[in-house]
């Protein structure tokens, strides 16, 4: 009895015994191609693309929040909080860019520091032309400093991305909020400002680009007001 037992067993063993020669198991750690092309895709798009309509929408959000408050709560509150609130954000996301950018992440800093440039941007103009808390000559030299800071950003991170948006803001910013750029005086001190910061930057850059878009924003944003 023993005998044959020992037999089935071994004719078992030869049956499943298998050739290494013949069988090649895949390794565990073997993907197939094509994921790691859709991960890098779902990477791409999640943190460029989502990053980017994010911050386009917090952008949109914090405009909207100052032109109403400059509509309806001026009078009341006197605009300071709005203000503080946008410089505070435009800071904050500055800060968070160029913290990301020794971080070695540019693609995640330079959207955040150009959307703070930007707001920062907008909430300057808002505290003379919506809350009246800065003079002419104040917002003058209030803008002149944010060009220049946004231009000395650009040549730091190489990004024209900064710059552009900082244009954007200067001369789409108007329009958007309706400021009421009344009096020639107003327009051609906040045109002179942005101007002069934006030529110094395009000459050390040599970002002739750069200067062609100014003009042209200058004379479209004058005879959208004046023309």
Known sequence: MLEELDK???ALKDDVQLD???VDLPSLDARPAYSEKAS???MTFAGHYLNLAGLVLLTMGMLSYLRVSGITEAATSGGLLQSCLGAGLGLFLSWSGDRLHRQGQRSYA???????????TVTISASHFYFHLLPISGLA????????????AAIRYDSPLI????LAAEFVGPLIMGFPLDGVGVALAYLLAINLATTLVASRKKWDGFLIA?????YGLY???FG
């Open 163 to 166: 710059g552009g948006c900082m």
């Open 141 to 152: 030299v209030a803008q002149f400093a944010i060009v220049s800071w946004a231009g000395l």
């Open 110 to 120: 330079l959207p955040l520091l150009a959307t703070g440039i930007a707001i920062l």
């Open 8 to 10: 089935v067993d071994h």
């Open 20 to 22: 290494d020669g013949l």
């Open 223 to 225: 005879f959208h007001q």
């Open 214 to 218: 100014s003009l042209a924003g200058s």
């Open 40 to 42: 890098h895709a779902e």
